[in-house]
């Protein structure tokens, strides 16, 4: 059975930071893609960032600006993205998922989900 289960989340100032980390099983973690996606109220989920399966390749959303680090520790199949510097629009229930894709920046090219974590930033 697939799991991603995400943590780290909370309520946090403008201007502060926080590390997300999805931990993951049923998988071989090395082997898939894994990305970041968030989903504001009333907004639709929408990329966050990806690591590569390869190893070689991170991208990010263009709102990202250098703000966020996605990284991955294949030995102990866990995903992680540090954001810094949050602002209030950041705001949303964070997701982590694992895609069988190269570059997989849309929900239809991901296979599996976690089931989120919130991330509130106040100002």
């Known amino acids: 059975q697939v799991q991603l289960v995400e943590s780290g989340g909370g309520l946090v100032q403008a201007g502060e930071s926080l590390t997300l980390s999805c931990a993951t099983a049923?998988?071989?973690?090395?082997?898939?893609?894994m990305g970041w996606f968030r989903q504001a109220p009333g907004k639709e989920r929408e990329f966050v960032a990806y690591f590569g399966w390869l190893g070689e390749s991170i991208y990010y959303a263009n709102f990202v600006k250098g703000r966020f680090a996605i990284s991955r520790d294949n030995a102990k199949s866990t995903l992680y993205l540090k954001l810094n510097d949050l602002k209030p629009e950041d705001t949303a229930v964070y997701y982590c998922?694992?895609?069988?894709?190269?570059?997989?920046?849309?929900?239809?090219?991901?296979?599996?989900w976690g089931q989120g974590t919130q991330v509130t930033v106040s100002s």
């Open positions: 998922a694992a895609s069988d894709e190269l570059r997989p920046v849309t929900t239809n090219e991901y296979n599996y």
């Open positions: 049923g998988i071989t973690f090395s082997a898939w893609t």
